[in-house]
């Protein structure tokens, strides 16, 4: 079946203009996280959707930083007023949700963002 | 507060055997996963450890200790395509929030 999929796989911004990064999740998955990851670093945690649970938005750096998730399935990352400071390769990952255990993590490519 | 800490870089021979080591310090802990990262590519989930002890799959093992909040991934067999970054991530708690992630350690493979 499909996997993770993010849009766009690049993006080049100049400083002060908005993004919007999208994640389309595995079906099923009802778990969504985003994270970032600069150059030669680990994943930062940004945010984490559960079903219907209110978001845990405890990483997001700033409050330019806002997600949504509509429908339980695709979400949509939006920067605003971007920085430099904000170039990075931003991942999208889902998961199933179960009660203890495992919970995989399914990774989508990344969209790599540039802030000129 | 937080933190996981893992050699940066590792190099080694095919053929060989490696290991890589993680120590964590979180609030809490749910369980211990490593992660693979090869130039430009995603994460793929490699192995889990919730309780004490070595899990195997195929030439990877995975090592807990809860008691010393350490863990470490052996690799054997080593081949050229095991060239990639190696993340432990912790989760610190049961309902399925997000992992925190190690730096990563970079392992490079030479014939």
């Known amino acids: 079946g499909a996997g993770v999929s993010q849009s766009p796989s690049n993006k080049v911004t100049e400083k002060g203009k908005d993004v919007e990064l999208r994640c389309d999740p595995i079906s099923g998955h009802t778990a969504l996280y985003w994270y970032r990851q600069s150059l030669g670093q680990g994943l930062e945690f940004l945010i984490y959707?559960?079903?219907?649970?209110?978001?845990?938005k405890s990483g997001l750096p700033s409050d330019r930083f806002s997600a949504e998730r509509t429908g339980g399935s695709v979400s949509t990352l939006t920067i605003q007023r971007t920085q430099q400071e904000d170039s990075a390769v931003y991942l999208c990952?889902?998961?199933?949700?179960?009660?203890?255990?495992?919970?995989?993590?399914?990774f989508g490519p990344g969209t790599r963002l540039t802030v000129t | 507060g937080q933190s996981l800490e893992q050699p940066s870089e590792v190099t080694a021979v095919e053929g060989a055997i490696v290991q890589i080591n993680c120590t964590y310090q979180t609030s809490g802990f749910y369980g211990l996963s490593w992660y693979q990262q090869h130039d430009g590519g995603a994460p793929t989930f490699l192995s889990y450890?919730?309780?004490?002890g070595l899990e195997e799959t195929g030439r990877f093992s995975s090592f807990l200790s809860r008691s010393d909040s350490y863990g470490y991934l052996l690799l054997q067999e080593l081949q050229m395509k095991d060239s990639a970054s190696y993340f432990c991530a912790v989760r610190e708690d049961q309902a399925g929030t997000a992992l925190i992630f190690g730096k990563g350690t970079t392992l490079s493979v030479s014939s």
């Open positions: 450890n919730g309780l004490d």
């Open positions: 990952a889902s998961s199933l949700f179960l009660a203890g255990g495992n919970y995989e993590q399914y």
């Open positions: 959707f559960q079903g219907n649970s209110a978001p845990d």
